[in-house]
């Protein structure tokens, strides 16, 4: 066989050791580590590489804002700001029709701007939310349906891990990226509580309602997560208006919300203890995934299967946005057999210089970004979709009592819901640039 379809057979052979539970990060580097070794009849380059991939890697500082993060995440949610977010979205809603369900996605969207990660967001929103959906009669699939969804905004809207992850890859700017996914996560936002507006019309009987909250509960509400404000006022504002670096303002986002944690009395030293270890383990996970990647896509780059599919792509006389909407669908069908961590890291070395070289119609310099986005946002609908769908299992965990076929046709209208919002973002760029360019 030629180099060329060495690198080709290579994919296969990886989602075969995918589907046989291998974890991604070893199967990467077993593959990139097997070709490299097929191509060049001995592991000197391989071993080569070695010695100072990893190094070189992990001491880069910027790296260092994903466990950063990830901690934030953990010490938030030990501080409770999960109860109180959902409490305040609670008390201005409920009494709307459908409003305890869009309370619970307006909480799972403001854990999500101090936490970062789809997983936790939904973990913990369920727990808070779950019950109360289920004590104002919401049916088990509105209940758990909104929920997945919700979950989903913890990767969108910033500060995110993933989208972190992707600008590393795509060695585009961090600070820029979370710009350009403030618009597009208020959006995602907005169109979930318009698509339970929708769904509780059509469907009388799966809400309830709750009592109007008086005044002053509101207000008290409010006071209550001003702290939690506070800190994604903080950070955010913090790398926008250039006080922090993103990295720093990782830094004082886990501190601050550590702080908060420790004055509500929920991080004790073995919370603080189970935080950082959890901390360290999901480091050490992504960091794994990152090494067999730089493994892999050295494989495929030495093979020239990047390079000639950029040189194909290129002569292919079709419109590049039919392209583009072929590799945005190639995400659709990956997110429901893998997680979206290793999707952006098996895809973006690949995907994104094909695209770049294609003519959108967009500055070059802004390209990353939006095409950054709108990635992001079909690996979120992976997270809502069967057969692996990560946030249908944890709330429907939750949930044993609800099968997962109902939570399964309960977050087919969000997917809707995200489908729209995809065309809308292709169709005008603008959407996801337009803050960037008003800011830098």
Same mark, same amino acid.
């Given at each position: 066989m030629s180099r060329f379809e060495i690198g080709l057979w290579s994919f296969?052979?990886?989602?075969l050791l995918?589907?046989?539970r291998v974890p991604i990060g070893v199967a990467m580097f077993t593959v990139g580590f097997g070709g490299a070794y097929v191509l060049n009849g001995n592991t000197v380059m391989v071993m080569s590489q070695l010695k100072h991939l990893v190094y070189g890697e992990f001491s880069s500082y910027s790296f260092s804002i994903i466990p950063l993060f990830l901690l934030m995440g953990h010490f938030a949610t030990l501080g409770g700001m999960s109860a109180a977010l959902f409490k305040a979205s609670e008390t201005w809603l409920g009494h709307r029709k459908g409003g305890v369900a869009m309370a619970a996605i307006g909480a799972c969207a403001g854990f999500g701007a101090i936490c970062g990660s789809s997983l936790a967001t939904a973990a913990t929103m369920g727990k808070v939310a779950l019950p109360e959906l289920r004590k104002y009669g919401y049916t088990g699939r509105l209940a758990t349906g909104a929920l997945a969804a919700g979950g989903t905004l913890g990767i969108l809207i910033p500060p995110s891990v993933i989208l972190v992850v992707y600008a590393m890859l795509a060695e585009e700017n961090i600070a820029k990226l979370f710009v350009a996914a403030f618009v597009p996560g208020l959006l995602a936002a907005l169109g979930y509580v318009i698509c339970i507006a929708i769904y509780v019309r059509v469907r009388p009987h799966s809400s309830g309602v709750r009592d109007k909250a008086p005044l002053a509960e509101r207000l008290r509400a409010f006071l209550d997560v001003a702290p939690v404000l506070a800190i994604f006022t903080l950070v955010v504002g913090g790398i926008y208006l250039g006080v922090f670096t993103p990295t720093e303002a990782a830094a004082v986002g886990a501190a601050g919300t550590g702080l908060l944690a420790l004055v509500s009395g929920?991080?004790?030293?073995g919370k603080t203890v189970e935080a950082t270890l959890e901390t360290a383990g999901s480091t050490g996970m992504i960091f794994l995934i990152l090494i067999g990647a730089k493994v892999f896509n050295n494989f495929l780059a030495l093979s020239g299967v990047p390079q000639s599919a950029a040189a194909w792509a290129g002569a292919l006389d079709i419109s590049p946005w039919l392209i583009l909407a072929t590799v945005l669908l190639l995400y659709l069908a990956f997110g429901c057999i893998m997680d979206s961590l290793s999707m952006i890291f098996l895809t973006v070395p690949i995907i994104f210089p094909i695209m770049a070289a294609l003519d959108f119609g967009v500055d070059p310099a802004e390209f990353g970004l939006w095409f950054g986005i709108l990635v992001l946002i079909v690996v979120e609908v992976g997270?809502?979709?069967?057969?692996?769908?990560?946030?249908?299992f944890i709330i429907n965990a939750m949930a044993k009592d609800i099968p997962i076929s109902e939570t399964f046709?309960?977050?087919? @209208?969000?997917?809707?819901?995200? *489908? +729209? /919002?995809? =065309?809308?973002?292709?169709?005008? @760029?603008?959407?996801?640039?337009? *803050? +960037? /360019?008003? =800011?830098?």
């Open positions: 296969p052979v990886l989602l995918i589907f046989l929920g991080l004790t030293w997270l809502i979709t069967p057969p692996v769908g990560m946030n249908l046709k309960g977050t087919l @209208p969000f997917v809707i819901t995200d *489908l +729209v /919002r995809v =065309v809308l973002l292709v169709a005008f @760029p603008a959407l996801t640039l337009g *803050l +960037v /360019r008003l =800011v830098y």
